[in-house]
DNA sequence: CAGAATCCATTCGGATACTG
DNA sequence: CAGTATCCGAATGGATTCTG
């Protein structure tokens, strides 16, 4: 609410180092910092297009409520598609929209690497 | 606590695509799902050695509390180290471990993308 | 300067039960 | 199948105050 969207960290390091390093508060990085949020994104991205079930059965452990929410959240910011199918029993596909996938890209590395690199 | 850290998604598509996506539940996401999270490992990698009032400005509305609950957080984590010198006044350095740096280099292309991608 | 301590409002997420 | 609705406890984050 009351963040400054704007505040690109200068890279002031003299070590030669040439990142530079914004930091974006708010938006995408909240919605990023709930629960299950980048790896659905990644999931989805694995696996195409995927039904609810099947995300449930790759979360094991994660409520459905909470899941669902975060679904919502996804699409709803233009992450997530989500086609409905008017079958019986019905039928529900979630995948990346563009920007989903392009966040998907960047988001995979660092996930592969979480998971190599837990170390608990 | 009751989640299952092991949950690789099986690339199952039908694409040809050979993307494997894990997601790591737990650990260092929980972690990285916190407030500034992301972006203080950014911040800190990209102006190098840098002292709690940096960051602070750097991250200007966010309260103190909460950014030092977040930065002890990390070094706790083992992707920041603390560096205190017995001057006066006190003068407190934070920087990136070697872990902490593997980590930023997964980040740095994602808060990049988030940056120049927010169009809300 | 660099926080720690305290207190509190809000949010988040899980359990459970129910539905088109 | 694919969720939604409701309820509730836990956790998070912010404001404020104080300190070595």
Redesign the pocket.
Known sequence: M??NPERPAKTADSTGDTATCYCPIGGVM?LL?????MQLICVVGAIGPV????IEDTFG????????????DLAEAGYLS?E?YAEI??????KLTEKGEQLCHRLEPLLEWVEEHEEQ
């Open positions: 009351t963040n909240e910092s709930r629960r299950y949020a039904r609810y079930n099947e452990d994660a409520s459905s409520s909470t899941l669902s929410s975060r679904l919502e989500r409905q029993p019905p039928r529900v596909e979630y």
